[in-house]
């Protein structure tokens, strides 16, 4: 196998680690999730020093793994971070054997395991006609692959090395951060700003060649919680109050259109995500979304609305909501000042990648970290079909998203 000489260890390092399986775990109170996690933490911590890079530690309120690539210029620079997690997704992360496949052609079919069970079939994922020529790594079928999002942590730390041999190329101080239970969503409540010390940063945890996301989701949680009357079905009239049809009729107050399997871009919905109940009592689920910060506070106030009509027409509180603000847009933060935005995407055009800007159906640790007051928009890692079976990576994909990273500290450097 020939590797890019550019970056020599970018996929040894990467084939390395995703090897260790580090599932973080979404029943754990812990910071982090499992104690493997504090191992591979430990692992990072040995081979960013390794790099040469300076004030390598875990932080302790966060458990992420921080690390300083010193200016080498004089002049006042933007202090830039990289930020990526190196948890997986919850699905089969033991024994992980990722497969190479060289020089794929961007039509043949590709066997996971040896029988051919599962496969990477361009007609079921025709995004793989972008790779032909490319080398592409795949999963033997049983496991995840875990380029979510150890591609970002491997690309990160590709660029800080390649920075470090080539003093050429003038660069402000570079804070690098690789964190823990991203997975799990709890990742970044923890952030710890001040000890990272980045002016504006970037999350390495996007997908496809040129993705560049700044705009996400508002995010709610809200339960509801309803009391029912029960009595004999015989003898009901006028008395029974049945949770469970209340906890219908509670959901046909909602608008039918605004539900996930009839949106898409930039619509915004009301997700019931699970229910339970019986005559006595009820129990809704829902995810609230939407990219407009006023809709969705509108939103809130109609689910609320339901509820409160439903109350009146028992005259007494039946139906009880509990609403949870998750994560906010943070384009909010971000258009303030879009220089972070542009610098990343100056630097993409002057790669000739085409920038990829669509606003995220979900959110990223970045939404959390930009209104913690680091403005922190995703960029591409490179990772396809993320979270399962069928996840990959193009090793020139991540050697672009490398190129990028350098592109973006030696661009601020030069506007200085
Ligand atoms: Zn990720």
């Known amino acids: 196998m020939i590797f890019l000489a550019k970056y020599a260890n970018l996929i040894p390092r990467f084939l390395d680690y995703v090897k260790v399986n580090t599932r973080s775990d979404p029943q754990s109170t812990t910071i982090p999730s499992t104690p493997r996690?504090?191992?591979f933490a430990n692992r990072l911590v040995q081979d960013l020093t390794a790099i040469g890079l300076n004030n390598v530690h875990?932080?302790?309120q966060s458990a992420y793994v921080y690390a300083t690539l010193?200016?080498?210029t004089a002049k006042a620079v933007t202090k830039i971070g990289f930020i990526s997690h190196f948890d997986t997704a919850d699905f089969n992360s033991e024994n992980i054997r990722p497969q190479i496949v060289e020089n794929y052609d961007g039509q043949s079919v590709i066997k996971l395991d040896a029988a051919g069970k599962y496969t990477l079939d361009p007609a079921v994922f025709p995004n793989l006609k972008n790779y032909r020529g490319d080398t592409l790594i795949t999963t033997d079928g049983t496991t995840l692959l875990g380029a979510d999002d150890k591609s970002g942590v491997a690309e990160i730390m590709a660029a800080a090395e390649y920075l470090l041999a080539h003093p050429e190329i003038k660069h402000g101080e570079i804070k690098i951060g690789l964190g823990p239970d991203e997975e799990i969503g709890t990742g970044a409540d923890h952030f710890d700003v001040a000890d990272f010390g980045a002016d504006i940063a970037y999350t390495v945890d996007g997908g496809p060649l040129g993705q560049l996301e700044y705009e996400t989701f508002n995010a709610a949680d809200a339960q509801v919680e309803i009391t029912g009357t029960n009595v004999h079905p015989a003898e009901a009239k006028g008395v029974m109050v049945n949770a469970?049809?209340?906890a219908m009729d509670f959901h046909a107050g909602l608008p039918v259109h605004d539900r996930p399997e009839n949106t898409e871009g930039r619509e915004g919905f009301f997700h019931l995500y699970s229910m339970t109940g019986d005559v006595d009592?009820?129990?809704l689920s829902y995810i609230i979304r939407d990219?407009?910060?006023?809709?969705?506070?509108?939103?809130?106030?109609l689910f609320q609305g339901v509820a409160d009509q439903l109350n009146q027409a028992f005259g007494q509180?039946?139906?009880q909501v509990t609403l949870k603000d998750q994560y906010y847009n943070m384009r909010e933060v971000l258009e303030k000042d879009m220089h972070v935005v542009e610098l990343a995407k100056q630097a993409l055009e002057d790669l000739d990648i085409q920038p990829l800007i669509f606003p995220v159906r979900g959110g990223t640790d970045g939404s959390k970290i930009s209104f913690m007051g680091l403005p922190t928009p995703n960029l591409f890692a490179g990772g396809e079909n993320m979270h399962g079976r069928f996840e990959y990576v193009s090793e020139q994909t991540m050697e672009k998203a490398t190129d990028v990273l350098i592109k973006i500290v030696a661009l601020a450097e030069q506007q200085a």
């Not at 990219?291 to 106030?301: C, G, L, P, S, T």
């Open 281 to 283: 009592s009820a129990h």
């Open 37 to 39: 996690l504090t191992e």
């Open 244 to 246: 469970s049809q209340v």
């Open 58 to 60: 875990i932080n302790p």
């Open 317 to 319: 509180d039946r139906v």
């Open 291 to 301: 990219h407009d910060r006023q809709i969705f506070e509108d939103r809130k106030r």
């Open 70 to 72: 010193p200016a080498n």
